[in-house]
């Protein structure tokens, strides 16, 4: 089943109209139309808000959780986490501007907030386009992968203390990339954002 026909289903089975869930999307019932026919595909933010709109789990729109709908097992429960975009400096992590959307994650998850991957730096454990998610702490034990926020961006990397503790030695999973070394030369750019505790990772 298509993204458009999964979309009219989920709306139908909820007897909302094209215009009730541009109404919560606030967006126009034209464009509700384009999602719904094919013509148009939203971005992953976009898919998020409607999932929202319609009360579903993410998967519900991209498939991944049409396995929940089997008879005997249990359907797992959601939660809205936010998705971060860019992190503007000298402002909270959860700032109202640094969040792009919400991401449906299960409930058992402890987590604050997530991050969409990107590159390949972490591959093959993580690619690009999964949905990180991440618990808050201010530091992580050697080894553990961190979302470490350098400069205005978030990076996810293995974190190793320096000896003394004089820095931190980001390691990337992809042995193409090189390590970042955090000192005291540049520690006002960078902290620890928290650790990454689990992930998303769309199909297809």
Known sequence: MTFGATLRRLRVERGLSQEDVARRLGTSRQVISRYESGARMPKLSTVTALAAALDAPLGALTGEAEVFGLPGVE????????????????????????????????????????????????????????????????????????????GGEATLKHVYHLPGRAGLRLMPENPAHAPIFVTPDNADEARILGRAVAYQRMLG
């Open 75 to 150: 359907r797992p429960k959601w939660r809205r986490v936010p998705l971060l975009g860019d992190i503007a400096c000298g402002e909270p992590i959860l700032a109202e501007e640094n969040v792009e959307g919400y991401v449906e994650v299960d409930a058992s998850v402890r987590c604050d907030f997530t991050l969409r991957c990107r590159g390949d730096s972490m591959e093959p454990r993580l690619r690009d386009g999964d949905i990180v998610m991440i618990r808050i702490q201010p530091d992580v034990l050697d080894g553990q992968i961190a979302a470490v926020l350098i």
